[in-house]
Structure formats: C-alpha cells, structure tokens
C-alpha cells in the first residue's frame, strides 16, 4: 500500500517563507512527476509546480520566481520551497505523485492528505 506524507504548512507572514515536504511510503517500483497543487478557499484546486523524473520543472505564473521544487530520489520524496510569500498563496497544499507500485495494482496518481499553509498579511 502506497502513502503520501506531507509535512512543512502553517502559519507564515507575508514575505516569509517555507518548505513543504512530501514523502512517498509502500510498495514502490517506480515514482515518474511529483508535483504540488494547492486549492484556496472556494477556489479550484490548482497545479503550482511539478519536477519530472528527468528533473524538469514547471510552474504555474503566479509563483515562478518564488518557487523551488526539488525531489529526493532515494528518500521518495519532493519538497517545495516557497519565498516571498503573499496572502494569496494561502490555501491547502497537496502533493500527488505519478508512480508504479509492485504487484497488481496499476501506474497511477497518489494525493497526500494536504497542509494548511496560511500567509498573514
């Protein structure tokens, strides 16, 4: 059985920052993007960064410039690091992680449980 752990939200001023980190556990034969969407209050989840397999990145605009997101390969795990905050980067924050496990079950996407990371202005 396959977990996503986060860890790292809470409460931050406007212009702080913080490092979100999210470990993969179980039965892993293979972890292909990671990637971290977070989903505001009365807001649609959203795609804030993702790194491939390859180490490729992306970012959705509004935090390109204030995010850094990076993964562990041994350790199964990827972290986001985020600067200069703004009140509008508060929300729930979830990791969700593209990977095989062994056995039977398919190649599909996880979702860890989300951290709430408010930003005080």
């Known amino acids: 059985q396959v977990q996503l752990v986060e860890s790292g939200g809470g409460l931050v001023q406007a212009g702080g920052s913080l490092r979100l980190s999210c470990a993969a556990s179980?039965?892993?034969?293979?972890?292909?993007?990671m990637r971290w969407y977070r989903q505001a209050p009365g807001q649609q989840r959203e795609l804030v960064a993702a790194?491939?397999?390859?180490?490729?990145?992306n970012y959705v605009d509004s935090v390109r410039g204030r995010a850094f997101i990076s993964r562990d390969n041994a350790k199964n795990t990827v972290y986001l690091e985020m600067k200069n905050l703004f009140p509008e980067d508060t929300g729930v924050y979830y990791c969700?992680?593209?990977?095989?496990?062994?056995?039977?079950?398919?190649?599909?996407?996880?979702w860890g449980q989300g951290t709430q990371v408010t930003v005080s202005s």
């Open positions: 790194i491939t397999d390859g180490g490729r990145v």
């Open positions: 969700n992680v593209d990977l095989e496990p062994y056995g039977l079950d398919p190649r599909q996407d996880y």
């Open positions: 179980g039965s892993i034969y293979k972890i292909y993007d």
